[in-house]
T-cell receptor
Framework: NAGVMQNPRHLVRRRGQEARLRCSPMKGHSHVYWYRQLPEEGLKFMVYLQKENIIDESGMPKERFSAEFPKEGPSILRIQQVVRGDSAAYFC????FGQGAIANEAFFGQGTRLTVV | DQQVKQNSPSLSVQEGRISILNCDYTNSMFDYFLWYKKYPAEGPTFLISISSIKDKNEDGRFTVFLNKSAKHLSLHIVPSQPGDSAVYFCAASAQGGSEKLVFGKGTKLTVNP
């Protein structure tokens, strides 16, 4: 059973370009969470999605950031017009349950390290 | 406003001794607490958790203690091993663990042989 797969592992973008980060959840998991870790910081929640639905996007910046989890394919975190402050590690976690789940059921991917130059 | 605080950025212990990592929280709605271990260039790995209805949970060498009145929890690792060297994150959740995780900044543990 493959774990949570994130790609690319490393992504370099110039200021103003778009960044697309992909997350394939574990088999049988239909709930995906995105977290961002800035340098020297802990992970901060961004968004929680189920298939085709955004459940909680309270941690997403209001502009330039969007996320989706289509019926088929991976979850995508999209950052438009990237700026230097977007440089961070972006982690995806998946779980088989959503509301009422226990947090330790969530498994994290290895992350995508975004560098904006 | 940091709701979960890990005030020690780093900790160094000798192999075989006890490692104690501390975590404080401010949000009274948190009722489920977790510790994650993270190696460089990898994602966090779940280590151990505790519900607010308990004050202790043990799993092998790892024990988590919860003091609700002080809003404080700690992770004890005994005996410490060099392979335990990693960054440890404390995380908290509300609604019995079904709400999003709120993480501390982490403590880097180094276990010296």
């Amino acid at each position: 059973n493959a774990g949570v797969m994130q790609n690319p592992r490393h992504l370099v973008r110039r200021r103003g370009q778009e960044a697309r980060l992909r997350c394939s959840p574990m088999k049988g998991h239909s709930h995906v969470y995105w977290y961002r870790q800035l340098p020297e910081e802990g992970l901060k929640f961004m968004v929680y999605l189920q298939k085709e639905n955004i459940i909680d996007e309270s941690g997403m910046p209001k502009e330039r950031f969007s996320a989706e989890f289509p019926k088929e394919g991976p979850s995508i975190l999209r950052i438009q017009q990237v700026v230097r402050g977007d440089s961070a590690a972006y982690f995806c976690a998946s779980s088989p349950f959503g509301q009422g789940a226990i947090a330790n059921e969530a498994f994290f991917g290895q992350g995508t390290r975004l560098t904006v130059v | 406003d940091q709701q979960v605080k890990q005030n020690s950025p780093s900790l160094s212990v000798q192999e075989g001794r006890i490692s104690i990592l501390n975590c404080d929280y401010t949000n009274s709605m948190f009722d489920y607490f977790l510790w994650y271990k993270k190696y460089p260039a990898e994602g966090p790995t779940f280590l151990i958790s505790i519900s607010s209805i308990k004050d202790k949970n043990e799993d092998g060498r790892f024990t988590v203690f919860l003091n609700k009145s002080a809003k404080h929890l700690s992770l004890h690792i005994v005996p410490s091993q060099p392979g335990d060297s990693a960054v440890y994150f404390c995380a908290a959740s509300a609604q019995g663990g079904s709400e999003k995780l709120v993480f501390g900044k982490g403590t880097k543990l180094t276990v010296n042989p």
